[in-house]
Nanobody
Framework: QVQLVESGGGLVQPGGSLRLSCAAS????????MGWYRQAPGKQRDVVAR???????YYADSVKGRFTISRDNAENTLYLQMNSLKPEDTAVYYC?????????WGQGTQVTAST
């Protein structure tokens, strides 16, 4: 069993920055993919960024050049640095960990970019 705890969400003005963190605990092996997803009201949950165990990363087109995903394998922690935030980035952001045959989600953290 894996537990994921997100932090770092909040309210920021458009153009501002936030850094999300996701601390993972439990039975985690060294080889796994971690990612951030987001879900706005009335919309489906979509991938924002993913990072593999070797540091290979993927970004949704809408966040390329503005968001950076990173991970600390020693601390089992995932990060998402979000710069130049836009109102359309407003959503609940979820941390995700994929293990062989298993898929885990955090409880979500609200990010709001608004004046």
């Amino acid at each position: 069993q894996v537990q994921l705890v997100e932090s770092g969400g909040g309210l920021v003005q458009p153009g501002g920055s936030l850094r999300l963190s996701c601390a993972a605990s439990g039975s985690i092996g060294r080889l796994y993919t971690m990612g951030w997803y987001r879900q706005a009201p009335g919309k489906q949950r979509d991938v924002v960024a993913r990072i593999g165990s070797a540091g290979d990363s993927y970004y949704a087109d809408s966040v390329k050049g503005r968001f950076t995903i990173s991970r600390d394998n020693a601390e089992n922690t995932l990060y998402l640095q979000m710069n130049s935030l836009k109102p359309e980035d407003t959503a609940v952001y979820y941390c995700n960990v994929v293990l062989p045959g298993e898929n885990y989600w955090g409880q979500g953290t609200q990010v709001t970019a608004s004046t």
